[in-house]
C-alpha cells in the first residue's frame, strides 16, 4: 500500500489561497509520481471568517489539527481585521499549541534571482537560519500598568528556560551535521547588553556543542553584526541559531537578499509533533484575484513540507523545477513582473516535476 500523509490546508487571507492552489496542483503531482498521496482537508481559518462569525480558530479545529501529519498555510493579514488579532490568533496559536518550537527558514539565492547585494551570487547566500519558536518576547509576559496617564508603564519581557534552549540548540546542531557543509553553528545573540538571556543561551551553546558536537565549529555573532555580515559576508554563514525575536527580525534581511517574499519560505516545526508550513510573507492585499502574485514562495513551503515528511527525492525535484524556472524562465519575482501569470508558474513547474 502507498503512503497516505494528512494534511491540513489553511489558505488564508488575500493572495494566500492563489499562491496555496499552486502549491497543492505541483505537490499532487509530485505525490503521483512518487507513488505517496496527500490526503488534503481545507479550513477557512483567516479575516473572511473571523469577520463573518467572530471566531478565529474554534476550539474543536484546533483537536483536529493535532491529527495531521502537517499544515501548509497560506497566508494571514487582512485590511479590515485590526492587526495582531489574526496573527496571534492563528500563526502564533498554532505556533504555541503545537509546540512548534523551531522556525526553520533557509536563505537561498536561487539562479537567475535578482539579490541587492552587489557581486553576490547562488554560491554566496546559501544557509539556514534556526529561529527558536517558542519563547523569547512571544511569549506576552509583561503588562501595561496606569494606562492612559502620563505615568503609564509598559513591561514586556524576553523569557527562555533552558529546555526551551537546550532542544532548539540540539535542533540546529543536528542540522549543521545533517547538512554537511560547513559544519559550523552560528549563534546569534547579544550577550554585551541580554547578560542573562544570551549569557544562558551562550553557556548552553558551548555545553552542548563541546559535548555532543564536537564535529561541529561553534562561532558567535552579536545580532547586530550578523546583520552586517548577512549583507558584507553572507558567505560564511552555514547554519545560524538565535532566539525568537532576533530570528524574526534577521529572517526578513536573509529573505530580500534571496530575492524577496515571493520567494522565502519557513517551516515552524515540531519534531516529535504537527509542524506547519509557510511562505513568509503576507497577504499582499492589492494582488488578491488578480493572478499576478508569485507562488514560489508556497511551492518552497510545500517542498519543505515534504521533506519533513520523509518524501526526499519529491521535495528534490520540486526544488530543481523551481530552480529551473528561476534560472530559465521568470523575469522577475515580484508580483505582475515574473512574465508569466500565478497559475501558469505552477502550471510550469507542475510540467517540469511531472516530466
Ligand atoms: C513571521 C511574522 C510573524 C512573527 C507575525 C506575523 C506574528 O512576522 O512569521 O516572521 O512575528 O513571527
Ligand atoms: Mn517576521
Not at 76 to 84: E, L, M, N
Not at 150 to 163: C, D, G, K, L
Not at 179 to 192: D, E, H, P, S, V
Not at 239 to 257: K, P, Q, R, S, W
Amino acid at each position: 500500500m502507498s503512503k497516505s500523509y494528512k494534511i491540513a490546508i489553511i489558505p488564508g487571507d488575500g493572495t494566500g489561497p492563489e499562491v496555496t492552489r499552486e502549491a497543492t496542483k505541483i505537490l499532487n503531482v509530485a505525490a503521483d509520481k512518487y507513488g505517496f498521496t496527500l490526503d488534503m482537508h481545507e479550513y477557512d481559518f483567516g479575516g473572511d471568517r473571523f469577520l463573518r462569525t467572530g471566531e478565529v480558530i474554534p476550539q474543536s479545529a484546533l483537536e483536529e489539527m493535532r491529527k495531521f501529519n502537517s499544515i501548509l498555510l497560506g497566508a494571514i493579514g487582512h485590511p479590515d481585521v485590526k492587526p495582531g488579532i489574526l496573527e496571534k490568533g492563528i500563526l502564533l496559536y498554532l505556533r504555541f499549541e503545537l509546540d512548534q518550537y523551531i522556525n526553520l527558514r533557509p536563505v537561498i539565492l536561487y539562479p537567475g534571482v535578482e539579490t541587492p547585494l552587489k557581486d553576490k551570487g547562488p554560491e554566496d547566500i546559501d544557509y539556514v537560519v534556526v529561529r527558536e519558536n517558542s519563547g523569547d518576547l512571544y511569549t506576552g509576559t509583561g503588562g501595561i500598568s496606569m494606562k492612559g496617564t502620563p505615568n503609564e508603564v509598559a513591561v514586556q519581557s524576553s523569557v527562555y528556560n533552558r529546555f526551551q534552549v537546550d532542544r532548539c540548540l540540539r535542533y540546529a546542531f543536528q542540522y549543521a551535521r545533517k547538512r554537511n557543509k560547513r559544519k559550523t553553528l552560528a549563534l546569534c545573540g547579544k550577550t554585551n547588553v541580554l547578560t542573562y538571556i544570551y549569557d544562558l543561551w551562550e553557556r548552553a551553546f558551548e555545553e552542548i556543542g563541546e559535548k555532543e558536537f564536537p564535529d561541529i565549529n561553534r562561532e558567535y555573532y552579536h545580532v547586530d553584526a550578523t546583520c552586517m555580515w548577512m549583507v558584507k559576508n553572507p558567505e560564511w554563514f552555514d547554519v545560524i541559531v538565535t532566539g525568537n525575536m532576533f530570528g524574526d527580525i534577521i529572517t526578513d534581511l536573509g529573505a530580500i537578499t534571496q530575492g524577496g517574499m515571493g520567494i522565502a519560505a519557513g517551516g515552524n516545526i515540531n519534531p516529535n509533533g504537527v509542524s506547519m508550513f509557510e511562505p513568509i510573507g503576507g497577504s499582499a492585499p492589492k494582488y488578491t484575484g488578480k493572478n499576478i502574485i508569485n507562488p514560489l514562495a508556497s511551492v518552497c513551503a510545500s517542498m519543505m513540507m515534504l521533506e519533513t515528511l520523509g518524501e526526499d527525492q519529491a521535495a528534490k525535484t520540486i526544488e530543481k523545477a523551481v530552480k529551473e524556472v528561476t534560472a530559465n524562465k521568470l523575469k522577475g519575482l515580484g508580483a505582475g513582473k515574473m512574465g508569466y501569470s500565478t497559475s501558469e508558474v505552477g502550471d510550469i513547474i507542475s510540467e517540469i516535476v511531472a516530466s
